[in-house]
C-alpha cells in the first residue's frame, strides 16, 4: 500500500467490485494482448463466485466488454456503452482493444460459473484465442472490492511494503497514526497529508481532492434534477430523489434536517444504482455515505470550504486504508458492514476531525459508526444496487453523523478501540454464511422473486 488517494476514484456504477473492478480487470488485460492482437480471433470470460450469482444485476457482464473495448472508467459515456453493448449483443462484434473487430457472442464467450475460486469471492478469468483455438494469453483477476483489482500472482505473493525502509514511513493501524499525530502534534488529516507527501506533490493532493469533491456534488445534482423516473432493472423501482428535494423546498417540519441527509445520500446513491458517473467511497455500494456527510456540513456550517473538505477527505482516507489492509472493504468478502460499515466510520472519523476533534476523539468516533454496523449482511435483490443498498447509505451517514457527535461530546478514553472493531468486523464477516455476502441466495435478496 503507497497513496491512500486512489480510494476515492471516479468511475461509473453500480458495483466497483462487481463493475469497476472487472472492467478494469478487461482494461489490463487489454493492455497484455495489444502486442498479440493480429493473432486473436476469440475471446472468452468466465465469472466466478459472487461475479457470477449477481454478476448480470451488477452490470458485470457489460463491464467486461466495456474494458475489453478499452473503454476509460472515469470518462466514458451512456453513448460509449450503448454502442459496444448493441455491437456485442446486436451485431456479435467487439472492437478488441478498441482497435480490431472480433466475432463475439456474449451469451456464449462470457461463462457464469458458480465455481468459487480459493482466493477471493470476487474472480473472472479471461482467455484470448487464436485461428486455430489455441490459447495465446490467460489471466486471472480478483476484484477484492472498491475497485481494486490483483492477478492471481499477485494473491499468492508477498506484496506488502517494506516498512523497514527508512525512506517512507507506513501507517498500519490506528495505534499507529495516534502515536504519530501525539508525537508531531497533528491531527488525522494532517497526518494523512503528510503521509501523501510522500508520494505526490501537495499541488496534485489537493487538485485531486478538489476534484473529487466537485465531482460528488455534480452526482448529487444530476440525482435531483434527473428526469429518468424509474431506475433500470426488474424491480422498476421509482426514484425517490426529485420528489424529495421538490418537497423539502416548501417544508416547515422541524425535523427536515433527517430528510436532508436523506436526501443527499439517496440522491447520489440512485445515480449509481442507474450505472452513472460516481465516486468510489470506499466503494460504490457505499458511495453515497460519506459525500451525503460533507453536504450535510456544508449546508449547516458556514466555514466548510474546499480546504475543510479536503481535510474531510485525507481523513477519511486514512481510515479507509486501515480497514483495506488489515480488513476487507468488500461485499462479496466480509458482508455490507464492510462497506456501508466502513464508509460510515470513515465519515464519523472525518466529520470529528473537521469540527476539532483529536486524532483520539476521531479514531473514536471511526470505531462507533462500525460498531453498529457490525454484521450487516450484503443481500441485494436481484442483484441490483438497489433495495437495500440505496437506503442503507442514508443510514450509513446519519450513523456517521450521529457517532461524531457522541465522541465530540465525550472525553478521550473508549474501552474499544479501532483497530479491535475493525478486527472484530473482518472475523464476523469471515464468520457469516456465504448467502449473505453478494451472493443473492439468502436474506432480502430471496424475499422478491
Same mark, same amino acid.
Given at each position: 500500500?503507497?497513496?491512500?488517494?486512489?480510494?476515492?476514484?471516479?468511475?461509473?456504477?453500480?458495483?466497483?467490485?462487481?463493475?469497476?473492478?472487472?472492467?478494469?480487470?478487461?482494461?489490463?488485460? /487489454?493492455?497484455?494482448?495489444?502486442?498479440?492482437?493480429?493473432?486473436?480471433?476469440?475471446?472468452?470470460?468466465?465469472?466466478?463466485?459472487?461475479?457470477?450469482?449477481?454478476?448480470?444485476?451488477?452490470?458485470?457482464?457489460?463491464?467486461?466488454?466495456?474494458?475489453?473495448?478499452?473503454?476509460? /472508467?472515469?470518462?466514458?459515456?451512456?453513448?460509449?456503452?450503448?454502442?459496444?453493448?448493441?455491437?456485442?449483443?446486436?451485431?456479435?462484434?467487439?472492437?478488441?482493444?478498441?482497435?480490431?473487430?472480433?466475432?463475439?457472442?456474449?451469451?456464449?464467450?462470457?461463462?457464469?460459473?458458480?465455481?468459487?475460486?480459493?482466493?477471493?469471492?470476487?474472480?473472472?478469468?479471461?482467455?484470448?484465442?487464436?485461428?486455430?483455438?489455441?490459447?495465446?494469453?490467460?489471466?486471472?483477476?480478483?476484484?477484492?472490492?472498491?475497485?481494486?483489482?490483483?492477478?492471481?500472482?499477485?494473491?499468492?505473493?508477498?506484496?506488502?511494503?517494506?516498512?523497514?525502509?527508512?525512506?517512507?514511513?507506513?501507517?498500519?493501524?490506528?495505534?499507529?497514526?495516534?502515536?504519530?499525530?501525539?508525537?508531531?502534534?497533528? @491531527?488525522?488529516?494532517?497526518?494523512?497529508?503528510?503521509?501523501?507527501?510522500?508520494?505526490?506533490?501537495?499541488?496534485?493532493?489537493?487538485?485531486?481532492?478538489?476534484?473529487?469533491?466537485?465531482?460528488?456534488?455534480?452526482?448529487?445534482?444530476?440525482?435531483?434534477?434527473?428526469?429518468?423516473?424509474?431506475?433500470?432493472?426488474?424491480?422498476?423501482?421509482?426514484?425517490?430523489?426529485?420528489?424529495?428535494?421538490? @418537497?423539502?423546498?416548501?417544508?416547515?417540519?422541524?425535523?427536515?434536517?433527517?430528510?436532508?441527509?436523506?436526501?443527499?445520500?439517496?440522491?447520489?446513491?440512485?445515480?449509481?444504482?442507474?450505472?452513472?458517473?460516481?465516486?468510489?467511497?470506499?466503494?460504490?455500494?457505499?458511495?453515497?455515505?460519506?459525500?451525503?456527510?460533507?453536504?450535510?456540513?456544508?449546508?449547516?456550517?458556514?466555514?466548510?470550504?474546499?480546504?475543510?473538505?479536503?481535510?474531510?477527505?485525507?481523513?477519511?482516507?486514512?481510515?479507509?486504508?486501515?480497514?483495506?489492509?488489515?480488513?476487507?472493504?468488500?461485499?462479496?468478502?466480509?458482508?455490507?458492514?464492510?462497506?456501508?460499515?466502513?464508509?460510515?466510520?470513515?465519515?464519523?472519523?472525518?466529520?470529528?476531525?473537521?469540527?476539532?476533534?483529536?486524532?483520539?476523539?476521531?479514531?473514536?468516533?471511526?470505531?462507533?459508526?462500525?460498531?453498529?454496523?457490525?454484521?450487516?449482511? /450484503?443481500?441485494?435483490?436481484?442483484?441490483?444496487?438497489?433495495?437495500?443498498?440505496?437506503?442503507?447509505?442514508?443510514?450509513?451517514?446519519?450513523?456517521?453523523?450521529?457517532?461524531?457527535?457522541?465522541?465530540?461530546?465525550?472525553?478521550?478514553?473508549?474501552?474499544?478501540?479501532?483497530?479491535?472493531?475493525?478486527?472484530?468486523?473482518?472475523?464476523?464477516?469471515?464468520?457469516?454464511?456465504?448467502?449473505?455476502?453478494?451472493?443473492?441466495?439468502?436474506?432480502?435478496?430471496?424475499?422478491?422473486?
Amino acid at each position: 500500500m503507497l497513496s491512500n488517494l486512489d480510494i476515492f476514484k471516479i468511475g461509473i456504477g453500480p458495483s466497483s467490485s462487481h463493475t469497476l473492478g472487472p472492467m478494469l480487470s478487461a482494461r489490463d488485460f /487489454c493492455s497484455r494482448i495489444e502486442s498479440k492482437l493480429e493473432s486473436i480471433e476469440r475471446i472468452e470470460i468466465i465469472l466466478y463466485g459472487s461475479l457470477s450469482l449477481t454478476g448480470r444485476g451488477h452490470l458485470t457482464d457489460s463491464a467486461v466488454i466495456w474494458g475489453l473495448c478499452n473503454l476509460e /472508467c472515469e470518462s466514458i459515456t451512456e453513448e460509449q456503452q450503448k454502442h459496444s453493448l448493441s455491437l456485442a449483443r446486436e451485431q456479435r462484434v467487439l472492437l478488441l482493444c478498441g482497435r480490431k473487430k472480433i466475432t463475439f457472442n456474449p451469451i456464449l464467450d462470457i461463462v457464469f460459473s458458480k465455481e468459487f475460486k480459493k482466493e477471493h469471492e470476487n474472480a473472472l478469468s479471461f482467455h484470448a484465442f487464436d485461428k486455430k483455438g489455441q490459447i495465446v494469453c490467460d489471466m486471472t483477476y480478483f476484484s477484492i472490492g472498491g475497485g481494486f483489482i490483483k492477478r492471481a500472482d499477485e494473491m499468492v505473493s508477498d506484496l506488502a511494503p517494506d516498512t523497514t525502509s527508512s525512506d517512507i514511513f507506513y501507517i498500519k493501524s490506528a495505534k499507529d497514526a495516534i502515536k504519530l499525530c501525539t508525537q508531531h502534534n497533528l @491531527n488525522l488529516a494532517s497526518l494523512s497529508l503528510k503521509y501523501e507527501l510522500q508520494f505526490n506533490s501537495h499541488e496534485y493532493i489537493t487538485g485531486y481532492l478538489k476534484k473529487i469533491w466537485h465531482v460528488m456534488q455534480e452526482i448529487y445534482q444530476c440525482g435531483v434534477n434527473t428526469k429518468k423516473e424509474f431506475l433500470p432493472g426488474p424491480l422498476h423501482l421509482k426514484r425517490r430523489a426529485p420528489a424529495l428535494a421538490r @418537497n423539502l423546498l416548501t417544508s416547515d417540519d422541524p425535523l427536515s434536517i433527517i430528510d436532508n441527509i436523506s436526501l443527499y445520500a439517496i440522491a447520489i446513491a440512485e445515480e449509481n444504482a442507474s450505472g452513472a458517473r460516481v465516486v468510489t467511497a470506499p466503494t460504490n455500494g457505499a458511495c453515497a455515505v460519506i459525500p451525503a456527510t460533507m453536504l450535510y456540513l456544508k449546508n449547516s456550517l458556514p466555514d466548510f470550504d474546499d480546504c475543510k473538505a479536503s481535510d474531510f477527505l485525507l481523513t477519511a482516507m486514512l481510515i479507509g486504508s486501515l480497514y483495506r489492509q488489515n480488513a476487507s472493504i468488500s461485499g462479496a468478502e466480509a458482508g455490507c458492514q464492510a462497506e456501508i460499515g466502513s464508509a460510515s466510520s470513515m465519515a464519523a472519523g472525518a466529520m470529528t476531525t473537521v469540527l476539532g476533534g483529536s486524532a483520539i476523539k476521531a479514531c473514536n468516533a471511526a470505531e462507533i459508526a462500525m460498531e453498529h454496523h457490525l454484521g450487516l449482511t /450484503c443481500d441485494p435483490v436481484y442483484g441490483l444496487v438497489q433495495i437495500p443498498c440505496i437506503e442503507r447509505n442514508a443510514f450509513g451517514a446519519i450513523k456517521a453523523i450521529s457517532a461524531a457527535r457522541i465522541a465530540l461530546s465525550g472525553d478521550e478514553a473508549q474501552k474499544v478501540k479501532l483497530d479491535e472493531i475493525i478486527d472484530t468486523m473482518y472475523k464476523t464477516g469471515r464468520d457469516m454464511s456465504y448467502k449473505y455476502k453478494e451472493t443473492a441466495l439468502g436474506g432480502l435478496a430471496c424475499i422478491i422473486k
